[in-house]
Nanobody, 124 residues
Framework: QVQLVESGGGLVQAGGSLRLSCAASGRTFNSMTMGWFRQGPGKEREFVGAMHRSSLTFYADSVKGRFTISRDNAKNTMYLQMNILKPEDTAAYYC??????????????????WGQGTQVTVSS
């Protein structure tokens, strides 16, 4: 079993930055491929980006160039650096993980493990 815990959400003004963290436990972190999703009010869960266990990354067009995923295998932690935030980035952000080789996976149903989410609110 894998446990994922997100942190780092909060309220920020448009144009600002936040860094989210996702701490993993329960399985060798560097064997997992990780992803970030978000879900705004009244919306479906949306793919943000993913990082393969090889550190290859893939991003949704809506965040490409503004968001960066990184991981620290020694700390069993994945990060989402979010820059130039926009009000439309407001959402609950979730980290997710799967054990497998197909990459990228952009559908929530393709991920095996989920965190509880952290709220990001961007004011205009």
């Amino acid at each position: 079993q894998v446990q994922l815990v997100e942190s780092g959400g909060g309220l920020v003004q448009a144009g600002g930055s936040l860094r989210l963290s996702c701490a993993a436990s329960g399985r060798t972190f560097n064997s997992m491929t990780m992803g970030w999703f978000r879900q705004g009010p009244g919306k479906e869960r949306e793919f943000v980006g993913a990082m393969h266990r090889s550190s290859l990354t893939f991003y949704a067009d809506s965040v490409k160039g503004r968001f960066t995923i990184s991981r620290d295998n020694a700390k069993n932690t994945m990060y989402l650096q979010m820059n130039i935030l926009k009000p439309e980035d407001t959402a609950a952000y979730y980290c997710a993980a799967f054990i497998g080789n197909n990459f990228p996976r952009t559908k929530a149903s393709e991920y095996d493990y989920w965190g509880q989410g952290t709220q990001v609110t961007v004011s205009s």
